[in-house]
């Protein structure tokens, strides 16, 4: 059974940092894509950064040069790093899991606001 359990999330001021992380049970770390999408009160999730099995990385035009999404994979955990927080990053932000065979998972999400 896989499980997705988020931590890190919190309430920051206009400019700060947090750092979210995603622990991963279960056997499919190592081949999935993890990754980290938000939601918004009253918006549709939206993708933020992802990572994919070898490495590579892709961000929302809105927090490319302000997050950075890492894994440990030893520790079976994804990070993202958030730096220079706007209040428009204020959200609920969940950390998923896409395997191999295209199965999604999700974590139960983390609520971060900045405050201005």
């Known amino acids: 059974q896989v499980q997705l359990v988020e931590s890190g999330g919190g309430l920051v001021r206009t400019g700060g940092s947090l750092r979210l992380s995603c622990a991963a049970s279960?056997?499919?770390?190592?081949?999935?894509?993890m990754g980290w999408y938000r939601q918004a009160p009253g918006k549709q999730r939206e993708l933020v950064a992802r990572?994919?099995?070898?490495?590579?990385?892709n961000y929302q035009a809105q927090v490319k040069g302000r997050f950075t999404i890492s894994k440990d994979n030893a520790k079976n955990t994804v990070y993202l790093q958030m730096n220079n927080l706007k209040p428009e990053d204020t959200a609920v932000y969940y950390c998923y899991a896409r395997t191999l065979g295209d199965l999604m998972y999700w974590g139960q999400g983390t609520q971060v606001t900045v405050s201005s």
């Open positions: 279960g056997s499919i770390f190592s081949d999935s894509t």
């Open positions: 990572i994919f099995s070898g490495d590579t990385t």
